[in-house]
């Protein structure tokens, strides 16, 4: 075996290239046979063109106040056809039984008369907005974008980690990983038949346009932004402009008699849809946090009006709160009359009677998460904490059983990862994103690998140094649709493993760094940048 993979282990759980040491698996033998013979100094220098393309392009994040280029490890994650076919079923699956525990939960309530979720997880829930209640989307639907964080266990199976149906970021790096591989590892797109995901734009913009009010023919959508002080705005600005419409912040819009409009050189322009990367607590400062000065004030009332579509929706976070998460698979069966494709990671829902008592002497085998967390924070592995670290977070979950869960640990798939100058395994997960149109749910083929990558770590999340993997899902060989070989809008083919740029000459994107204020910026601007800062990132 050539010297990158010399000294390489099979970790405690699943590995993904390899079912023994030296002998790949069918789906990443194109990729093992290019691998194999190349020097740690080629693979190194394909890896430095990696990180230099997302430097010059602004694909930044920052991690403890220092601005680096987002990790991309350059070597892929693959999914067989088949693996991936439960995979799109059962994301569709889940977020088709959320949208109904939505719709019932902010209006008639059945479900919680019944008792498949009891009144007190949504009466707790930090994320039910009794503002949103009776608030309904001209077509039915709450969720238009979802990413479901997805792990394989000790078997391989795929089973659901978290719903992320708020405000899903990280699909800009999705794209703009696919984009920079397709340079790096050429010889391995042409061996390997891979599904396109430069779709999503197009598909998103679809379903917003689908979520129009009533008697909208032609609708104006815009991407709502808190500004350049997000450490997601490079997702923003990608986006906005891959659909082609409009980047605005909340100074952009504003809403009279119900009516939302954009400020223009030409003049007020009425907005339809709005995509909104704001979170909820600074959407509309009438309704909510009062001091917010990137929001829109009127804004919840327009929707609840039907003169403007918020995607998504208003409240959708009491569908995503991590208690909620431990009932989803009795919304399958209760809403759809389904069982669950894909199952949830064993969980403990600590404010249940005799649980706690069952838990606490074995907070050092669990791992503990609070269910408002987002993008790892807080979350406690018991296997590596210390004495001190369980102490704290006992005492926490003691003083407030409803605010945390308990997961039973799971060794989370391996995938090679080039750390230094050889390849070691590295633990990952998945976040599929899904669009929802109302008619169908359509899952992007491949979602967003990241993988930790500090030895045996388990958490993944970019906020937390982890980096991110080009995740390939593998077109079925019987399966000769023009979706999966990627046709051009002429009809002809094109090469699966080719990736154009979405327009002629993209213009250059604004990093996704905090600039420093301009001259003259006032309180007001300080207080934008605070909000931008605070209301929240990529859900990384």
Known sequence: ?????????????????????????????????????????????RAEVLARAFLDQGITFALKGVERPFPLDIVPRIIAAAEWR??????????????????????????????????????????????????????????????????????GAFRVLEDNVRIPSGVSYVMENRRAMAQVLPEV???????????YPSMLLRALRAAAPVGVTDPTVV?????????AY????????????????????????????????????????????????FLDPVHFRADSVIGVAGLLNAARAGRVTIANAVGNGVADDKLLYTYVPDLIRYYLDEEPLLPNVDTYRLDEPGVLEEVLPRVGELVLKPVDGAGGAGIVIGSQATAAELA????????????????????????????????????????????????????????????ALPEGALVVNSSQGGGSKDTWVLADADDMSPHLLGFSAAGELEPPFEVPHLSAEPAPLPSAS???????????????????????????
């Open 223 to 231: 991407v709502l932004s808190p500004g350049v002080y997000n450490s």
């Open 189 to 199: 797109f042409a061996a390997t038949r891979i599904l396109p995901v430069e779709s």
């Open 86 to 155: 439960t995979v799109e079923l059962g994301v569709a699956q889940r977020i088709r039984a959320l949208e109904a525990f939505l719709a019932d939960v902010y209006g008639a309530g059945q479900v919680l008369a019944d008792g498949v979720v009891p009144r007190r997880i949504i009466a707790t829930s930090a994320h039910f907005l009794r503002a949103a209640a009776g608030i309904n989307p001209p077509n039915g639907v709450r969720i238009h974008v979802a990413g479901v964080d997805l792990i394989r266990d000790e078997q």
């Open 234 to 281: 490079f997702e923003h600005a990608l986006i906005a402009r891959e659909m082609g419409v409009e980047l605005v912040e909340g100074r952009d819009l504003v809403c009279v008699g119900n009516d939302v409009a954009m400020r223009t050189t030409a003049g007020e322009q009425r907005v339809d849809v709005i995509y909104r990367r704001i979170d909820d607590d």
């Open 514 to 540: 905090s600039p420093e204020p301009g001259p003259g910026a006032g309180a007001a601007d300080s207080q934008q940048q605070q909000q931008q800062q605070q209301q929240g990132g990529p859900r990384c």
């Open 1 to 45: 075996m050539a010297d990158l993979f010399e000294e390489y282990r099979l970790g405690p759980g699943w590995d993904e290239m390899f079912g023994e040491l030296g002998m790949p698996r069918e789906t990443y033998e194109a990729l093992h046979a290019t691998l194999q013979p190349l020097s740690s100094a080629e693979l190194g220098v």
């Open 392 to 451: 704290e977070v006992t005492a926490k979950i003691v003083a407030d059983p409803r605010g945390w869960i308990a997961q039973r640990e799971v060794k989370l798939s391996m995938v090679p990862t080039l750390i230094g100058n050889r390849l070691r395994g590295r633990h990952v997960d998945l976040r599929p994103f899904a669009v929802n149109d109302g008619e169908k749910i359509w899952v992007l083929p491949g979602g967003l690998t990241r993988v």
